[in-house]
């Protein structure tokens, strides 16, 4: 590694490579978000979509990925790759990326718990840039005047701009590396948007080897717990009561239970924190390892607002906030906050909220009553 | 284990929070202008290294890269208990992305010596990208666990569980590793006497306090400046810009009864629809 090439070997050529994400037989929705980013920056540059997945037993999920944009996908199906780990996945892309006449332009991950795993081996394998968490990402030029590295200055056409939100969302930054390629970023889940799929779409399927050797199986999976049907209705429901950390026990979730009754569509979320801990079973966990929500109503009792929690309900139309902390950041994006304690604040809701419920009762005898 | 472990931590010193943070217009961080702590993911990485020591025995060595004032972190991370600290400090460092960071911890490694495992934090509150832990276990050519949550060492084995989408993975790796610490795992303990009385000591004299907390530049850990600072990272800064608020103008409803409190959060919102009857 000490002889690598230096920084700077400028070069406009290359597609764009998504490396998409499969779990249990199912491409991540995140890949299909990257299909749908790289595909426009493909079309801007006039280069092509190449896309590859790694995995065990793929069946038709190349096709798929054709399906939602792709041109070209890199196959590599072997049974050592059929959960994620690192070192595997790391030996198949650098062998994939080393066997391609030019690198890609550009190289996209998810910022999920595997893409940001994988992403910053492959960067620095590579001794190339990578922007992390990115939610918006384009092509232009640049041209770059700063004089304290002469070997950098110049005007580039068509970079890589990955532009991702900084010290606690209040800054966006602009990064971007178009010295070297790939040009790598990873992007944060549910934030690009798909191509819709169209089943006449044609692609190339090539078949890429999967070479490890033994220090590529230093590490093994012995057990991986995985939510996997998502029967509860979390996503459809109208309001989502939802439960941190400060209700103290998982007892806390029988108050809960009695807020969320009171509405016609409810379910019952929560923070990661209490499901680790046990309170309350996985299909509830609402956030970035969770399900992303977008209720008419969210009521957070006593959840902090990590920004992990906050990604995935931070389009609920309104957001009710309990927490006896006023500097809690659930505070910073919650439409209604109310400082105080859950054990005194939700029975008084429930009270008040089944009063409404009489009220809008009244409400309809009134209306037959008058006809 | 039968041997006494070598138990590497990185920690990274950042602005403070709840101070704004100085920028400077190429949207690096004006560092003399911010207050400064440690990295509050790093104390997770922090109580692991001490764990481990204490569970299984071994000797804890903090590593930072940064500006001088950088040597506080190290010397908090011996208030904890750690045993002693290098600190890379060059002003051919300024404006290392994720990339040169990543090299130039890796060489400050290898100059501290042999380890068994290298504990790093989640990610950092300020450049945020959670990435230099995987670049330096490239560098190093380690396997890796991150998002860890919880391990334990059982036969010159790693037993860890790690956070995955939707659930979680228990994962077995070999001996060296790198392993980034999740902000759910334990926290930091307190700090302990011995360590603070040891810093006191330290501080009054400045000569054994450069045996223990070793400040190292370029030159002496052999790193090639090139590969270094604004001239060996990939990446720049180009642009920043304000976002402002996050969206959310949140009404604040404090200091009355629950009763009222209620009230005026149904005064401002309209949830009549929603319920049920
Ligand atoms: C890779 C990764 C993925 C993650 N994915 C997710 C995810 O999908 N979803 C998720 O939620 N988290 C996720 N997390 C974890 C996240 O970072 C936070 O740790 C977590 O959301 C915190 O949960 P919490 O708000 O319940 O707990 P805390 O942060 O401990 O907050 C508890 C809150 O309760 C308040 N409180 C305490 N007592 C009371 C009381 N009596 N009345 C009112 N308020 C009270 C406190 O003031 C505090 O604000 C993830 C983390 C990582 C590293
Ligand atoms: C607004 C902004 C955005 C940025 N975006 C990017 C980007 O997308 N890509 C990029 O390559 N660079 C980026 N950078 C530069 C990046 O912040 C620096 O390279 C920084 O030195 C290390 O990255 P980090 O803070 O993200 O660390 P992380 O990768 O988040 O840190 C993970 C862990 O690595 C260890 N660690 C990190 N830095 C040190 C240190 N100095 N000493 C000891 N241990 C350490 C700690 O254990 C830490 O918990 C950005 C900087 C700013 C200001």
Redesign the interface.
């Known amino acids: 590694?000490?002889n690598d090439p230096?920084?700077v070997q400028f070069c406009p050529k290359g597609n764009v490579l998504v490396v998409a994400e499969q779990?249990l037989g199912q491409i991540?929705p995140v890949t299909l978000e990257l299909l749908g980013a790289g595909r426009i920056l493909a079309d801007k540059m006039g280069k092509d979509l190449h896309c590859v997945i790694m995995g065990y037993d793929l069946g038709d999920l190349p096709n798929q990925l054709i399906h939602y944009g792709a041109d070209v996908v890199y196959v590599a199906d072997d049974e050592a790759l059929q959960?994620?780990?690192?070192?595997p996945y790391?030996r198949v892309l650098v062998d994939l990326l080393d066997s391609l006449q030019e690198p890609p332009h550009t190289m996209l991950l998810g910022s999920?718990?595997?893409g940001?795993?994988?992403?910053?081996?492959i960067?620095?394998?590579f001794?190339?840039?990578?922007?992390?968490?990115c939610t918006e990402l384009d092509i232009g030029p640049?041209e770059?005047k700063?004089k304290?590295?002469p070997t950098k200055l110049g005007l580039y056409p068509n970079c890589l701009?990955a532009i991702r939100?900084?010290?606690?969302?209040?800054?966006?930054?602009?990064?971007?590396?178009p010295?070297?390629n790939p040009q790598m970023a990873t992007t944060r889940p549910g934030v690009m948007i798909p191509l819709k799929i169209d089943t006449s779409r044609q692609g190339q399927i090539h078949n890429i080897p999967v070479k490890l050797n033994s220090?590529d199986l230093?590490?093994?999976?012995?057990?991986?717990?995985?939510?996997v049907s998502s029967g509860l209705k979390l996503t459809e429901a109208?309001?989502i009561v939802s439960g941190g950390y400060g209700l103290g026990s998982k007892e806390g979730f029988e108050l809960l239970e009695q807020l969320a009754?009171?509405?016609?569509?409810n379910a019952i979320g929560a923070s990661?924190?209490v499901v680790?801990l046990g309170w309350i079973p996985?299909q509830h966990?609402v956030g970035?390892?969770?399900k992303t929500v977008r209720p008419?109503?969210y009521i957070a009792c006593g959840i902090s607002g990590a920004i992990q929690h906050r990604v995935g309900m931070?389009k609920s139309n309104?957001?009710?906030?309990i927490n006896k902390d006023?500097d809690a950041p659930i505070?910073?994006?919650?439409?209604?906050?109310?400082?105080?304690d859950i054990y005194?604040?939700v029975?008084?809701?429930i009270?008040?909220?089944k009063a409404?419920?009489?009220?809008?009762?009244l409400g309809?005898k009134s209306v037959v009553g008058s006809r | 284990m039968v041997k006494s472990l070598n138990i590497f931590v990185l920690v990274k010193q950042v602005p403070d929070?709840g101070s704004k943070?100085g920028?400077n217009p190429?949207?690096t961080i004006d560092r003399a202008k911010a207050k400064r702590m440690l990295n509050p993911f790093d104390r997770y990485a922090l109580q692991a290294a001490l764990h481990t020591k204490k569970q299984y025995g071994g000797k804890v060595t903090a590593i930072s890269m940064g500006p001088p004032p950088a040597i506080e972190v190290l010397l908090e991370t011996i208030e904890h208990g750690a045993d002693r600290g290098f600190l890379l400090s060059d002003r051919r460092l300024a404006a290392s992305?994720?990339?040169a960071t990543?090299y130039a911890l890796y060489k400050t490694v290898l100059y501290a010596g042999q380890f068994d495992l290298i504990f790093c934090g989640l990610q950092t509150?300020?450049g945020?990208?959670?990435?230099?832990?995987?670049?330096l276990?490239?560098?190093l050519?380690l396997?890796?666990?991150?998002?860890c949550?919880d391990f334990s060492l059982e036969n010159d084995k790693i037993?860890a569980k790690?956070?995955?989408?939707?659930?979680?993975?228990?994962?077995?790796?070999?001996l060296p590793?790198l392993i980034t610490v999740a902000n759910?795992y334990h926290p930091l303990e307190y700090k302990s006497f011995k360590g603070a009385w040891r810093v006191q000591q330290l501080q009054r004299n400045p000569e054994n306090l450069q045996k223990i907390i070793q400040t190292i530049d370029l030159d002496i850990i052999g790193a090639?400046p090139?590969r270094c600072g604004?001239?060996?990272?990939?990446?720049?800064?180009?642009?920043?810009?304000?976002?402002?608020?996050?969206?959310?103008?949140?009404?604040?409803?404090?200091?009355k009864s629950?009763?009222d409190?209620?009230?005026e959060?149904?005064a401002?919102?309209n949830?009549?629809e929603?319920?049920?009857?």
């Open positions: 590694m000490e230096p920084i779990s991540q959960y994620y780990r690192t070192l790391r999920s718990t595997t940001r795993d994988l992403a910053p081996r960067a620095a394998h001794e190339t840039g990578l922007t992390a968490d640049y770059h700063s304290v590295d701009y939100p900084s010290f606690g969302e209040s800054l966006k930054a602009r990064i971007l590396g010295w070297k220090e230093r590490l093994i999976v012995a057990e991986t717990v995985k939510e109208e309001v009754n009171c509405f016609n569509s990661r924190k680790d996985y966990q970035q390892t969770g008419k109503l931070s309104i957001i009710i906030a006023m505070f910073k994006f919650a439409h209604q906050g109310i400082i105080g005194q604040i029975p008084e809701l009270t008040q909220f409404l419920q009489n009220k809008s009762a309809g | 929070q943070a920028l190429d949207g992305d994720t990339l990543a509150t300020d945020d990208t959670a990435q230099v832990g995987p670049q276990a490239e560098r050519q396997p890796q666990v991150t998002y949550e037993l790690r956070i995955i989408e939707g659930g979680y993975q228990k994962v077995v790796s070999s590793g759910s090639d090139d604004l001239k060996g990272s990939p990446t720049i800064v180009a642009a920043t810009e304000k976002v402002g608020d996050l969206g959310g103008n949140c009404h604040m409803h404090e200091g629950p009763y409190l209620v009230q959060v149904l401002c919102t949830l009549q929603l319920v049920s009857n």
